[in-house]
């Protein structure tokens, strides 16, 4: 049985995916399970280039269990507040998320700090709203750290000089415009960005915003399809991520020889002579052998960016 | 433009985001018996920002964007509350917490990294 090299790494990757279902906390984990066994036969039975929709959807029903406490020296309040419990999409930003949690805690924070701006911080390091949520999970929760992730809210002593204030969903909204403008002059010069009218922006912007994927597929699909007559994208837009920042790079998704480049491929060329370097992303581990233009395609967050932190 | 008021909330944000606090000096100093690296970048107005005398700089490669925008606007002597933006070929804004080492790899050209700045937004 012949298996194409997509094939292969779609299948490991879906292996893995399993895995990260099966570690969420969430009451439709049997259900996915069985849908991502049941993808898996289908492609096992078809031995074909699938349409892989199916990866696509389960990435971006991605969702972490978050317990947000607030800060015992900010509780004004006689009473202590109830811990607020959320399930939040790997792929959303924080700003978009936490209207609930920042209503639940208000009216036990003292008055003057009420109109204050809401930061949230874990194990002692504050959260950077501009990274997807998912980035900083993969940033910041360690292998023994279990579910839900315990983050501490504050109101007040806002670290200016780690964190960005996030005053507005707008300013979020500008930022992953700005993102995704970036990747498309990756992957397509920039034209296919260009192009778009207003109200695709709009639509891309709502969908992830709503978590509608129908939505914000039927745009993104024009972003992540490879241009005219080509196969492969310019060059693989990606964040790598260490050392308290990220590193960009120009990575072409195939060699000048017309082969395929790997994960394994794109890590060298940014640590070269570092061999052992592994990432993560979506809370796996993506295999060395994956294709880059099929990471690409299947595993970018709504930014088009694929986010891979160095482990 | 059907939908002005969403450009100009978007604008506003975009606003807000150019001109947010930053950290300004470096952030790395872990390794001081390593040289920095250093690349050249252009500064060049558009719209209708004021022209700066001296166009090419050299900057240590671990600046961040947000330094960058600070820079332009004290040597133009702009207001604190006056807006700057940078634009990378002329498409996309990046990101304040972007280090320059990053732009500088991936758009650099003929060993420059080419910034327009203007002082309202200009490209998206």
């Not at chain 1, 020296?73 to 790997?90: G, I, K, N, T």
């Not at chain 1, 581990?285 to 990471?295: G, N, R």
């Not at chain 2, 001081?32 to 690349?39: A, D, G, N, R």
């Amino acid at each position: 049985m012949y298996y194409s090299p997509t094939y292969v790494s779609c299948h490991a990757v879906c292996l893995r995916l399993l895995h990260l279902t099966d570690f969420i906390v969430n009451n439709k984990t049997t259900t996915k399970t069985f849908k991502l066994r049941h993808f898996f036969q289908l492609k096992k039975s078809s031995n074909e280039m699938a349409n892989d929709r199916e990866i696509l959807r389960e990435i971006w029903e991605g969702k972490l269990p978050v317990c947000f406490r607030l800060d015992k020296d900010e509780v004004a309040d006689f009473r202590e507040p109830d811990p607020f419990y959320l399930m939040v999409p790997r792929l959303s930003y924080f700003p978009l998320v936490i209207d609930k949690v920042r209503k639940h805690f208000l009216k036990f924070v003292a008055n003057e700090k009420a109109e204050q701006e809401m930061w949230l911080e874990y194990n002692g390091q504050p959260l950077k709203w501009q990274y997807p949520i998912g980035v900083l999970s993969d940033l910041l929760l360690g292998p023994d750290d279990l579910l839900p992730w315990n983050i501490t809210v504050h109101f007040s002593k806002f670290p200016e000089s780690e964190v960005y204030r996030f005053d507005s969903k707008e300013m979020v909204e500008s930022y992953f415009m700005a993102c995704l403008k970036e990747a498309d002059v990756l992957k397509h010069r920039g034209q296919i960005a260009s192009s778009m009218q207003k109200k695709d922006h709009n639509q891309l912007w709502l969908g992830l915003q709503n978590e509608k994927f129908d939505q914000f597929w039927a745009v993104n699909r024009k972003l992540m399809e490879a241009s005219g007559d080509q196969d492969y994208f310019k060059y693989i837009p990606f964040r790598c991520y260490i050392d308290d920042g990220y590193r960009q790079k120009l990575v072409k998704p195939i060699s000048d020889d017309n082969h395929k480049k790997t994960l394994q491929d794109l890590l060298e060329e940014l640590f070269p002579g570092n061999k052992n370097i592994k990432v993560k992303t979506h809370g796996m581990i993506p295999p060395m052998e994956t294709p880059l233009q099929w990471l690409s395609e299947h595993l970018s967050y709504p930014d088009n960016f694929l986010h891979l932190c160095v482990v | 433009m059907s939908e002005e008021t969403q450009e100009t909330v978007v604008q506003e944000a975009t606003d807000s985001l150019q001109s947010m606090n930053i950290r300004t000096e470096p952030v790395d100093s872990s390794d001081p018996e390593h040289t920095k690296q250093k690349v050249d970048i252009l500064l060049k107005p558009t719209g209708n920002a004021p022209i700066m005398k001296k166009k090419k700089w050299t900057v240590d490669s671990d600046k961040k964007i947000g330094w960058i925008i600070e820079f332009v606007k004290k040597y133009l002597k702009l207001e604190p509350n006056e807006k700057l933006f940078l634009y990378v070929n002329q498409t996309f804004a990046p990101s304040p917490d972007q280090v320059v080492k990053n732009l500088y790899d991936c758009y650099s050209t003929e060993g420059k990294l080419v910034l327009h700045y203007c002082k309202t937004q200009a490209w998206g």
